[in-house]
């Protein structure tokens, strides 16, 4: 079984920048990608940005310049360092991974418990 710990949420300023990260952990062989998701109050959860095993990324349009997305794959924990933080990015942050419990076994989905990012006006 694999576990993902998010930490690094809070409340700040519109403008400011907070850090997220996410560690994983238990019985991995592999982690294949990993993610960052939102959802706020009454809608749907949403992908923010997604890192793969070699660093390629994508961010949703929102966030685009403003978010960044990084991995250590020694250590298997992503970022997602938050910057210029509008009120609209107020959510609960959902860390993502798909990993690997042996070489040859495929993919599964995990989720972190999620952590609170609000950004008051």
């Known amino acids: 079984q694999v576990q993902l710990v998010e930490s690094g949420g809070g409340l700040v300023q519109a403008g400011g920048s907070l850090r997220l990260s996410c560690a994983a952990s238990?019985?991995?062989?592999?982690?294949?990608?990993m993610a960052w998701y939102r959802q706020a109050p009454g809608k749907q959860r949403e992908l923010v940005a997604i890192?793969?095993?070699?660093?390629?990324?994508n961010y949703a349009d929102s966030v685009k310049d403003r978010f960044t997305i990084s991995r250590d794959n020694a250590k298997n924990t992503v970022h997602l360092q938050m910057n210029s933080l509008k009120p609209e990015d107020t959510s609960v942050y959902y860390c993502?991974?798909?990993?690997?419990?042996?070489?040859?076994?495929?993919?599964?989905?995990?989720w972190g418990q999620g952590t609170q990012v609000t950004v008051s006006s």
């Open positions: 890192i793969t095993i070699d660093s390629s990324t």
């Open positions: 238990g019985r991995i062989a592999v982690v294949d990608t």
């Open positions: 993502n991974a798909r990993a690997r419990t042996s070489v040859f076994s495929r993919s599964e989905v995990y």
